[in-house]
């Protein structure tokens, strides 16, 4: 499994136990909307999502705009670990 894949997976399973899904973490696809028709999250629970990926990968999500962006699936999710990782280096 690529780099890439076991981040993606490291998400889902944090998806599902921090936020307490129904789901398995590999009945997520990496492109499921997290709000609205995807998943169905809420405002509590993006809260409680910045909170683990900030614990998790120190990745902070500043203001309500970029949380749009970055919360919006996993792939983004993913690909803005993937930035503060190469912005480190």
């Known amino acids: 499994m690529s780099e890439v894949a076991e981040l993606m997976q490291r998400i889902k399973t944090i998806l599902v136990e921090e936020l307490m899904l129904q789901e398995e973490p590999e009945e997520i696809s990496d492109e499921t909307p997290l709000f609205g028709e ?12 910045v909170v683990a990926l900030e614990k998790n990968f120190g990745l902070k999500v500043g203001d309500a705009e970029k949380a749009k962006v970055i919360l919006h699936n996993v792939t983004s999710i993913a690909d803005a670990i993937i930035e503060i990782g190469s912005a480190e280096n």
């Open 38 to 49: 995807g998943l169905g999250l809420d405002s509590v629970d993006a809260l409680q999502l």
